[in-house]
Each structure stands twice: as structure tokens, then as C-alpha cells.
């Protein structure tokens, strides 16, 4: 299983981004997709998963009315659409997979991408 991500860069507070979450090597059907952030000298924290099979989705309070999680089951690809981008924002974001329909805790999680840089300037 592969994932990989794109679509980090810089921008202003208030400014958008949208990542993309490729997936390869399997059916994703009954997995859950999650996105997953670091920022330097912090703990890993959950940002938003969606459910492959029924579509169950979950957001972190933080990111809640800003960030929306979507899919393209023809292109196995997630999306994490970013807007009204704060500097608390900062971190490398994850995608990350595992077989079931979604949890907040990044341990369970089997498969992760590279990581993509996101830095949201004051």
C-alpha cells in the first residue's frame, strides 16, 4: 500500500490549501482514511478521517467548519480541502489508512504517506 500526498506549501492566514491523498496497491472499500499533523515539538494530533465503505466522517474541533475531507473513489484519492488557515496550522500533515471505519487515534492506523509541509504565515 502507497499514499502519497501533495499539495503543502506557504500562505497567509486566511488563505487555502488543498491536499491530496493518492492511494495505490489495494481496494479500498472497507478502509478509513485519516489525516494526521505534527508541528515541531508536538505530539502527532488527528485533523479528520473518512470511512472508504460508508462515508462516516469526523473532524478535530479545531479544524471543524475550516477543513473539509472528501473522496474520489475512481481515483482512490482523498482530498483535505484547508480554509481560513491560521499559524497554528502549521505542521507536516499525514494521510494514513487502516482497515475499518475511521478512528481519532493514530495508532491504529496501518499505512502513511511522506508527510507534506503546510506553514500558514501571520
Known amino acids: 500500500v502507497q499514499l502519497v500526498e501533495s499539495g503543502g506549501g506557504l500562505v497567509q492566514a486566511g488563505g487555502s490549501l488543498r491536499l491530496s491523498c493518492a492511494a495505490s496497491?489495494?481496494?479500498?472499500?472497507?478502509?478509513?482514511m485519516g489525516w494526521f499533523r505534527q508541528a515541531p515539538g508536538k505530539e502527532r494530533e488527528f485533523v479528520t478521517f473518512i470511512s472508504w465503505g460508508d462515508g462516516r466522517i469526523s473532524y478535530a474541533d479545531s479544524v471543524k467548519g475550516r477543513f473539509t475531507i472528501s473522496r474520489d473513489n475512481a481515483k482512490n484519492t482523498v482530498y483535505l480541502q484547508m480554509n481560513s488557515l491560521k499559524p497554528e496550522d502549521t505542521a507536516v500533515y499525514y494521510c494514513a489508512a487502516y482497515q475499518g471505519y475511521g478512528s481519532k487515534s493514530w495508532v491504529v492506523y496501518d499505512y502513511w504517506g511522506q508527510g507534506t509541509q503546510v506553514t500558514v504565515s501571520s
Open positions: 496497491g489495494r481496494t479500498f472499500t472497507n478502509y478509513a
